[in-house]
T-cell receptor
Framework: KAGVTQTPRYLIKTRGQQVTLSCSPISGHRSVSWYQQTPGQGLQFLFEYFSETQRNKGNFPGRFSGRQFSNSRSEMNVSTLELGDSALYLC??????????FGPGTRLLVL | GIQVEQSPPDLILQEGANSTLRCNFSDSVNNLQWFHQNPWGQLIILFYIPSGTKQNGRLSATTVATERYSLLYISSSQTTDSGVYFCAVEIGDYKLSFGAGTTVTVRA
């Protein structure tokens, strides 16, 4: 099976813009989670979706939002970008609690 | 929320050496995983180990759930073992809480 794919892999934006990141889970996986990784805060949970429903949300401002489609693909959106949003954004998909697989990530740089 | 502490923060090894990484967590968990992050940022799951002991080649892990810690052992280290090792736990809320990681550097 193909692994988790994330697009784009790299992105440069300016402050105030918005961005949409995409994640395609492994075939058959219905749960998709998003994480933000920064040098200062480490890996932090953003949200988790299962069958198009958000089941949990991390401690991020409302500028961060997400959704999941009927084919389990997920998108996350960040509006009004700030310099501090520069990070590696990782998506993970899983079928069972034991099988959590991460994508290669999207590196976002906000100038 | 649950606290996850990893030690040591950094580890420098000579090729062939053995090492132990530790993960302490502050609450009962139903999911504990060890990951390796390579220099390109890819997180690879090493073990799903909420309790007990598992081995995979030169790597093994032990979780003592009653005492709230887990250990990752690297034996006969190789330069390809370099990277950051993360412990992550879940308390049933579909969210993994990660430790700060241990950066391992294996020198030839």
């Amino acid at each position: 099976k193909a692994g988790v794919t994330q697009t784009p892999r790299y992105l440069i934006k300016t402050r105030g813009q918005q961005v949409t990141l995409s994640c395609s889970p492994i075939s058959g996986h219905r749960s998709v989670s998003w994480y933000q990784q920064t040098p200062g805060q480490g890996l932090q949970f953003l949200f988790e979706y299962f069958s198009e429903t958000q089941r949990n949300k991390g401690n991020f401002p409302g500028r961060f939002s997400g959704r999941q489609f009927s084919n389990s693909r997920s998108e996350m959106n960040v509006s009004t970008l700030e310099l501090g949003d520069s990070a590696l954004y990782l998506c993970a998909s899983r079928y069972t609690q034991e099988t959590q697989y991460f994508g290669p990530g999207t590196r976002l740089l906000v100038l | 929320g649950i606290q996850v502490e990893q030690s040591p923060p950094d580890l420098i090894l000579q090729e062939g050496a053995n090492s132990t990484l530790r993960c302490n967590f502050s609450d009962s968990v139903n999911n504990l995983q060890w990951f390796h992050q390579n220099p390109w940022g890819q997180l690879i799951i090493l073990f799903y180990i909420p309790s007990g002991t598992k081995q995979n080649g030169r790597l093994s892990a032990t979780t003592v759930a009653t005492e709230r810690y887990s250990l990752l052992y690297i034996s006969s280290s190789q330069t390809t073992d370099s990277g950051v090792y993360f412990c992550a736990v879940e308390i049933g809320d579909y969210k993994l809480s990660f430790g700060a990681g241990t950066t391992v550097t294996v020198r030839a």
